[in-house]
């Protein structure tokens, strides 16, 4: 039988996530036994012998004071720095990274790739590409984690979550939710099948017929009837929405916000929240719960792809 500790290592992070768990590991246990054997060891030689013996006092020793608070110390800084070192790789994804969308809901991931493929408890990447992963609740609290990657994020409702990784290998690791979401939630999980590159494309082609996620999201942005004011020409009555994404914008109560994923899914579901300087509140409706959070990822899509930062996706074959 093949046994280990650790599930498979199949990213590029994964390695040194078990380096630092594992001295943070071997630490603990060299203290466990040390305190341990301390214990034992003063219990026996320091017992009294005779019921009318009395210890001497000890004043201190500052030698001893100093190296029991230094050493701890500068090995927990070892911790902290490293961990902190990790924790910014981790949550840093890098610009031209793949965006893959998902979507927990109550009891299941669904997935949506900008080619337009979707799918649900399945998760299909290409190896050796950084993916960066744009998630969102329908209800609950919810937790992405996939085991062979050392990748875990909280999927909060009413916010956007990002994470990346880059897998290594092929093959196909267990992902699940790891935060209690109600009757079905040892059930939320699935499968992540990691590719090769070109296994990748062949795949994606298998996909997405009626449209890209861009194309979806433009749909959508004339069904609503955001198209009718949102482009340029409309009489200025709202925001053009060319160039925005990635850009500051200036808000009528002062100050300026980043016009990142966050705030277009805000300005969406809830217009008023932060309006553009120069514009009136009131004149857009309100499309908290209009819009479903897979029509929301693709409106964004559709927003990102009229100018702005570049998305870093990879266009439909
Ligand atoms: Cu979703 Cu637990």
């Not at 498979?8 to 305190?35: H, K, P, Q």
């Not at 959508?220 to 004011?229: D, N, P, R, V």
């Not at 966050?262 to 969406?268: H, P, Q, T, V």
Request: aromatic share 12%; charged share 15%; hydrophobic share 40%.
């Amino acid at each position: 039988m093949n046994w280990s500790i650790f599930p498979a290592r199949a990213s590029t992070i994964a390695g040194e996530i078990d380096a630092l768990y594992s001295f943070e590991v071997i630490v603990a246990g060299i203290m466990t036994v040390l305190i341990f054997f301390c214990v034992f060891l003063f219990a026996i030689r320091y017992r009294r012998r005779h019921p009318d013996e009395r210890p001497r006092p000890i004043h201190g020793s500052v030698a001893l004071e100093v190296a029991w608070s230094v050493i701890p110390f500068l090995v927990m800084l070892v911790m902290f720095g490293w961990g902190a070192k990790l924790y910014f790789e981790s949550y840093t994804p890098p610009r031209d990274a793949l965006d893959i969308y998902v979507v927990g809901r109550q009891w299941m991931w669904k997935v949506q790739h900008p080619g337009g493929q979707a799918e649900i408890n399945e998760l299909h990447i290409p190896i050796g590409t950084p993916v960066r992963l744009t998630l969102a609740s329908q209800d609950v609290i919810h937790s992405f984690f996939i085991p062979a990657f050392r990748i875990k994020h909280d999927v909060v409702p009413g916010q956007y979550q990002t994470m990346w990784f880059q897998a290594t290998q092929t093959g196909r690791f267990h992902l699940f939710c790891a935060e209690y979401c109600g009757t079905d939630h040892s059930g939320m999980g699935g499968w992540v099948t990691a590719m090769t590159p070109a296994d990748y494309e062949n795949w994606l082609s298998g996909g997405g017929k009626n449209g890209t996620m861009t194309e979806f999201g433009e749909r959508l942005f004339t069904q609503f009837g955001c198209a009718s004011c949102h482009v340029m020409g409309a009489q200025g009555r709202c925001p053009t929405l060319q160039y925005v994404y990635g850009h500051p914008v200036e808000l009528e109560v002062g100050g300026t916000v980043m016009a990142d994923d966050n705030y277009i899914r805000e300005s969406i579901l809830n217009p008023n929240a932060k309006i553009v300087r120069g514009y009136h509140p009131d004149i857009m409706p309100v499309f908290q719960g209009q819009v479903t959070e897979e029509q929301l990822m693709q409106l964004l899509a559709y927003i990102k792809s009229l100018g702005g930062s570049s998305i870093g996706s990879l266009k439909q074959q």
